[in-house]
Each structure stands twice: as structure tokens, then as C-alpha cells.
Nanobody, 124 residues
Framework: QVQLVESGGGSVQAGGSLRLSCTASGPTSSRNCMAWFRQAPGKERETLARINTHTETEYVVDSVRGRFTASQDNAKNTVYLQMNRLKPEDTAMYYC?????????????????WGQGTQVTVSS
């Protein structure tokens, strides 16, 4: 069973940066694809970035590309989401998710395992 633990959330002023971490445990075959999502109050969960931990290929959605990047440290079984130039609209609960492989369609339905989330609050 894959377990995911996020950390690194907090409160920051607009323009600031945060780095979220997601440490995974469990079968590596079940978590070759790691992703980041977020959900703001009253809104649907939103895709942000994913990384193929086998090929180290990163994909970031258009809406945050240029400000957010995903990376990994395989030795620590950890993936990261570096968030720069944060905006108040980035305020949300951020989730890490895992799947056995990355698919062409990047959607929450493709991910089997989820962390508990970490809150990010950006003030203006």
C-alpha cells in the first residue's frame, strides 16, 4: 500500500515562494507517476504538475507553468513542488497523488493514492 505524506505548506505573502514535499512509501511499481493537485474552497480539484519518477520527465499545466516546477529525489522517495511568485489565487489545499504510470490524460481519476494535503495561504 502506497502512503504519501505532504509537508511544506504555510502562509506566505504574494510574490513569495514555497516548496512542498511529498514523501512516499510502499511499492515503487505503484507510484511511477507522482502528481500535484490543489483544491480551493468551493472549487474543483485542479491538476498542477506530474513527474514520471522512472524517466524523470516533468509536466506542468499551462496555468502555473513558469511559476511552478516539479522535481524528485529518488534517494529520499520524495517529490517536490517548487512554487514561485505566489499569488492570492494560489491559496488552496495542495495534494500529492501517485499512480502506477503516467497516462496521456492528466486527471485525478488516474491516480490511486492520495496524501492528506497541505494548506497554502497567500496573502496580498
Amino acid at each position: 500500500q502506497v502512503q504519501l505524506v505532504e509537508s511544506g505548506g504555510g502562509s506566505v505573502q504574494a510574490g513569495g515562494s514555497l516548496r512542498l514535499s511529498c514523501t512516499a512509501s510502499g511499492p515503487t511499481s505503484s507510484r511511477n507517476c507522482m502528481a500535484w493537485f490543489r483544491q480551493a474552497p468551493g472549487k474543483e480539484r485542479e491538476t498542477l504538475a506530474r513527474i514520471n519518477t522512472h524517466t524523470e520527465t516533468e509536466y506542468v499545466v499551462d496555468s502555473v507553468r513558469g511559476r511552478f516546477t516539479a522535481s524528485q529525489d529518488n534517494a529520499k522517495n520524495t517529490v517536490y513542488l517548487q512554487m514561485n511568485r505566489l499569488k492570492p489565487e494560489d491559496t488552496a489545499m495542495y495534494y500529492c497523488a501517485a499512480a502506477p504510470y503516467c497516462t496521456v490524460v492528466f486527471a485525478e481519476s488516474k491516480f490511486d493514492y492520495w496524501g492528506q494535503g497541505t494548506q497554502v495561504t497567500v496573502s496580498s
